[in-house]
């Protein structure tokens, strides 16, 4: 883990730092570098499955996260650009793995799943008939979505911190004067660790589990990659509503065409902001 708690003489504890802490501030005044930074920071956790080579371990991933969860920022675009470019990302990701898993459980267990919840009395018995060679190959398909679930906790990480509720989120705009984006961070949670225990746990020493664990195990992983995937915002709209309502009758058509437009044609991952990844519990 690259955070690193640093004490005072009078023992109070002052915030988590990364180890790339003083690197992210001597570029952090320029938002052209920033970005260029954290887009860098971000096309690590893009695992490429035809070319594992090149792509990074989970355990390194895992470091990249740690330190854009503890870079010092200090202005709001910071923190929403990295939620806007993770949604982005997830959008497109993560709906692949999801129906690259669902395909391998209708190839070779028969068993068809939806966005609804998932018969685990009937997915488990399946996977008890099926040999170790067809579990090692979920068991893989599920690996590569480990990045995608780390991004979604660091998304879920920053929106808790820094107080980014899914009004600001939608409302952010990139494009913006800096005017504007760059408007400095008024309140902010100190000393709240980013401990995403599911991927402390993948990363620990492989168990030895007998034959059942280690099925009850892949459907675990596979309902809680489900889960932090499909835990859209349902009020996105209701927000964007209330929004309009508050502006003036020419302002918020345009505003409303414009963010309405983006949440359908793609879908944005949201988790609540007081998710596992804060105090560790899963």
Not at 14 to 33: D, E, G, Q, T
Not at 49 to 56: A, E, F, G, R, V
Not at 207 to 218: A, E
């Amino acid at each position: 883990m690259t955070k690193v708690a640093v004490t005072s003489m009078t023992n109070q504890q002052l915030p988590y730092c990364s180890v790339n802490h003083f690197l992210y501030s001597l570029i952090r005044s320029s938002r052209v570098y920033r970005r260029g930074l954290i887009t860098q920071l971000l096309k690590m956790f893009d695992n490429d499955s035809s070319n594992i080579s090149s792509s990074l371990t989970l355990e390194e991933q895992l470091f990249v996260a740690d330190n854009l969860a503890y870079f010092p920022y200090q202005v709001q675009d910071e923190p929403l650009f990295i939620v806007e470019q993770i949604d982005l990302s997830i959008s497109v990701i993560g709906s692949t793995q999801l129906q690259q898993f669902r395909d391998l459980l209708k190839q070779h267990l028969d068993y068809i799943d939806d966005d609804e919840g998932i018969d685990m009395n009937k997915l488990e018995n399946k996977l008890y008939d099926v040999s170790e060679t067809i579990i090692n190959e979920l068991n893989q398909c599920l690996r590569l979505t480990k990045p995608t679930m780390l991004l979604l906790l660091l998304k879920s990480y920053l929106k808790d911190v820094y107080y980014l509720n899914d009004t600001k989120i939608i409302e952010y705009d990139h494009t913006e004067s800096s005017k504007i984006t760059d408007r400095p961070i008024l309140t902010r949670k100190i000393n709240v660790k980013f401990e995403p225990k599911i991927i402390l746990d993948t990363i620990k020493p492989i168990n030895t589990y007998d034959t059942i664990q280690k099925r009850k195990q892949l459907i675990k992983e596979f309902a809680d990659f489900k889960r932090y995937l499909l835990a859209f915002d349902t009020d996105i709209e209701d927000t964007i509503q209330s929004i309009s309502e508050l502006l003036p009758a020419s302002f918020s058509t345009s505003k409303g065409k414009k963010k309405g437009s983006g949440s359908s044609r793609r879908r944005k991952v949201m988790i609540d902001s007081d998710d596992d990844s804060v105090n560790g519990d899963f």
